[in-house]
Structures are given as C-alpha cells and as structure tokens.
C-alpha cells in the first residue's frame, strides 16, 4: 500500500484530508489498528469510534471502521462530537481500543486519527509500528469473519457522569462559551446546562468551515470576539475550546486572556486544599510560577514533556491527581479519569470562581509578576530540528543548569528561562522566555535565538553538501 509515511506522527496520524488520508489508508489503517488491539485477546476486539465535524470526517470515519470489520472487529459508534466523549466512550463501555477521527485544531482541510489502546495512550513506536503494518499487508482485503458494528449515543451518560462529580456552589456566574463552529459546542452547552448554568454562546453550532474564526485558544486573535461579549455582558468568564474540545482557553472578566499555566495554579491550589502533598504535572513550556506555586502549597511538582499522550502516560506512573499544558489541555485524575478534558476542565473553572466570588485576576493576584512570551515557533527542517536543539542544549550547559526532560530548558537564574524543544508534530521548533522583567527576558530570547540560528545554518550548509 502506498501512504504518505510522514502523516504518521509522535502521537497520532495527521494530514491534509484530501491528499494525505485517502479511502485506502482509512481503511487499512483500520485494519493494522484492529489487529494491534486484538492481540493476545481471547476473541475479537471491542473498539469505539468518534469523529469530530470537519467535511471529511464522514468518509474517514466510515473507511476506518471498514478496515476494523475486515478483521472481526466489534465496534461501537458514539457519532460526532469532541474527543473527549469518545475518550470516556473508552472507559465508560471498557473498550479494547478508541479511536477519534479529529483535525482538533488544524486547518478545516485537515484531518486525522487519534487512538487507545484500552484506556491508555496509543502513540510513538505504536503508531509507526502501524505504519509498518500497513506497508507489509500491501492492502489487501482478509477473507476471514467480518465483524459487527452498532452505534450508541452516550451524551446523556457523559453529562450525568460530570453532574455526578460536580461541586457547584451556585449557577448564577454569568458565562460566555466560544467553540469557534467545532465538536464540542453542542454538548459543552447541554453539560453545563444540565448544572443549571445558562452560558451565553458564541459560535457553539458544529461548522466545517470554521467561519467566524480558527478554533484555536492558544492564538489570541482568535479569542477576540470571546473577549468582547464578556467586557460587554460583564460575564464572570469566557470560556473557549478548541477545534475537537481537549483543550480549554480562558478570558479573565476584564478582557484579559489566561494562559493554561496560569489555569493550573488555581487549579492545583484547589486540588491541592484536598489533597496535601499532591503530584501535579506540567509541562517545559509552563511558567516557573506554576511549579514555584505547586511546592509552596505542600505539592510535588513534576516537569514532563509536551503532548496529550506523554502526559497521560507519566500521570499514571507518578500516580498524579492533575496535569496541565500551557495549550490548555488539562487532565484531572482527581474527580475524573485523568484525559484532557475542554469541558470537564471549563467545570471546574467555573466551581472555583463560583466558591471564591472573586475574579480570576483577583486569585492570582498573589503570583509574582514575570513576564512571559507566547510560544514561539520557528520554522526548521525536520532532518535538522533534534541536532539544532541538541547543539542549543550542549552551548547553554557550559554555563547554566539545562533540564533536557524534552528539549532543552534553560535556567537562567532568579526565575528566569529559556525553552527550545523540537515540534514532535512538524517542522518547528518552540521557543519561549519568561523572566521578571522585559528586557531581561528579551535579553535570553535574543541569546538563545542566536545560538538557534547559527546550529541551524550550520546543519542546513552541512546538509546541503551532502545532496550530489
């Protein structure tokens, strides 16, 4: 079978929809998939499968759980909607495997797959070892006992199981919810309804288009319109999801966007008034503010690596109550099954300012002030992005301390860092620069951004000499 090897990525497979991720990889896909989760099962595996509602979704969809059925596969199909319903498909129904067909915030033309492996992540070698898989079988069609495929609607069983687990103390906060036309407006909205609460939304219907804007909360033109109708209404909050609902954006209600790093604080504050001495997870590209307030609140604070699954996979091992992206994909063990969550995590927002009666700038007013850069990300040749940020990470460790966890991060004395990692999704590499002054921390960025630059030239000249 012939496939673009490079959709098949560090934590899921991912491409242009039209190019990319034809019929045949779909259901070949489905076929490798199917098989790698019945492994060592005594009968056929049980796998659940959702999509989001991109164009192309139908089609991906409808070809994946072909190739599950070429193999005996029972699947059961929870229909459109964000991936975190069909992750707790996963644990609800005690499925073998889940599989998401998503772009999440991509592109309206893109599209992919995301993937269990019973109730945990399927990524890295997993994923090329399917790509493996398909190469090998050369697409050709098993003639053994084909599998069953039902669909199930469990919406209501998601919501009464966030209603069950929530600790709201009133419903009267007013509340703006932005899903920028994606997968999670129509149930976010039923959920938190179903609490009491009466969200004012703002493009919450599913749209392929995306036409009001990209549905991403990390970029901040795209929380513009979120910003306006909270100042306007004078909400308490706005909350914001991105295109498949995993991750959470936030709007202070003056207008003023909050980070996740800055969302883990509160919620790691709260959690850890529960839970003395708590593990709490974030990542290399999270303020030293979160990890500073986590220890002076009796927690344990862990720096991990960027993405949904490594996370997932370390929370599990270090047996964290929480963990936290600066993206805003948030995972509460606490209360929940430990996936990243966009509506599960806008509940517990909304709990701690309806309990607190304050804003959230007002709770965080205590956290030092720095000052921060959004992620950076810089344009670089995948054959080259590792050895630049390898050769970033041997410069700075001649005379500073450099955590390497995922990338290098540079520790520049009284709070202050630098971070260069390389993009496990694309040719980039991400930087980001915190200090507690402006010029400080545009002093680092241009230190570290030269250094960057030059390994880059130099790899790219050595590079190119090899080409005949």
Partial sequence: MAFPRHAFREYDVRGVADRDLKGELARGL??????????????PPHIAVGRDGRSSSPRLAEAVVEGMLDVGARVTRVGIGPTPLLYFAAHHLGTDGALMVTGSHNPAEDNGFKMMR??????????????????????SVPTGARGEATDLDLEAEYVEAVRER????????????????????????????????????????????FPNHHP??????????????????????????????????????????VWGDRLMILFSRALLRD??????????????????????????????????????????????????????????????????DGIYAAIRLVEILAQENKSIGELLA???????????????????KFDVVARVREHFSKSHPVLA????????????????????????????????????????RADVERVVAEAERSFVSSLETRVP
């Avoid at 890295?124 to 398909?134: E, W």
């Avoid at 319109?225 to 295109?243: I, S, Y």
């Avoid at 999704?425 to 545009?442: I, M, N, Q, W, Y």
Wanted: glycine share 12%; aromatic share 6%; charged share 25%.
């Fill in 405 to 444: 966890v995922d990338g290098a991060r540079i520790d520049f004395g009284d709070q202050a860092w630098g971070l260069c990692r390389a993009s496990n999704t694309g040719p980039v590499l991400v930087l980001r620069f915190e200090a507690k002054s402006v010029a400080r921390r545009d002093a680092i």
């Fill in 118 to 139: 019973g109730k945990a992540s399927f990524f890295g070698a997993d994923v090329q070892a399917l790509a493996d898989a398909m190469e090998s079988e050369g697409g």
């Fill in 166 to 209: 929530s600790r709201l103390s009133r419903t009267d906060l007013k509340i703006v919810v932005d899903a920028g036309n994606g997968s999670a407006g129509p149930l976010g909205l039923r959920t938190l309804r179903a609490l009491g609460l009466d969200p004012d939304p703002l493009f919450c219907d599913i749209d392929p288009r």
């Fill in 275 to 340: 839970h003395p001495g708590a593990t709490i997870l974030g990542e290399v590209k999270c303020s030293q503010t979160l990890y500073a307030d986590i220890a002076a609140h009796g927690g344990r604070p862990v720096v991990w690596k960027t993405g949904h699954s490594l996370i997932k996979t370390k929370m599990k091992e270090e047996k964290a109550l929480l963990a936290g992206e600066m993206s805003g994909h948030l995972f509460f063990a606490d209360r929940w099954f430990g996936f990243d």
């Fill in 366 to 384: 205590d956290v030092p002030t720095t000052y921060v850069t959004p992620e950076i990300r810089v344009p670089c040749l995948d054959a080259v």
């Fill in 216 to 257: 991403d909360p990390t970029v901040p033109e795209n929380l513009a319109a979120l910003q306006a109708r909270v100042k306007e209404t004078g909400a308490a909050v706005g909350l914001a999801w991105d295109g498949d609902g995993d991750r959470l954006g936030a709007v202070d209600r003056d207008g003023t966007i």
């Fill in 30 to 43: 489905g076929r490798a998939y199917a098989r790698a989760i019945g492994e060592g099962l005594a009968g």
